[in-house]
């Protein structure tokens, strides 16, 4: 079973709107701090947002007050709402996971988690 799927990419207008999910297999969304990652064609991948069991939450500068994470446990599936969305979003997003761990900075810079999606693409046009 395939730990992290993701889904909800596309090809939006600058301004528009997309909702991404992480569908997690119970294993791997128990007791897991999860988070989005995003690579865009010749760049390094950067963390994006993060969250815990815990609910706390961290996000990097480039998306603060346009992005937000959550996630329903009854569901095992972590969500990015992204809004006000720039063409310097454009990128393949990625979920991440780790058991037993907490939602930072820190964890947004860090590329060795032990979960990972395949990645869905996100296309902001101007």
């Known amino acids: 079973q395939v730990p992290l799927v993701e889904s909800g990419g596309g090809s939006v207008q600058s301004g528009g709107s997309l909702r991404l999910s992480c569908a997690a297999s119970?294993?791997?969304?128990?007791?897991?701090?999860m988070g989005w990652f995003r690579q865009a064609p010749g760049k390094e991948r950067e963390g994006v947002a993060v969250i815990d069991t815990g609910g706390r939450t961290s996000y990097a500068d480039s998306v603060k007050g346009r992005f937000t994470i959550s996630r329903d446990n009854t569901k095992n599936t972590m969500y990015l709402q992204m809004n006000s969305l720039k063409p310097e979003d454009t990128a393949m997003y990625y979920c991440?996971?780790?058991?037993?761990?907490?939602?930072?900075?820190?964890?947004?810079?860090?590329?060795?988690?032990?979960?990972w999606g395949q990645g869905t693409q996100v296309t902001v046009s101007s």
């Open positions: 991440a996971a780790d058991p037993d761990s907490q939602a930072s900075s820190w964890w947004l810079q860090l590329l060795t988690h032990n979960f």
């Open positions: 119970r294993i791997t969304y128990s007791n897991a701090c």
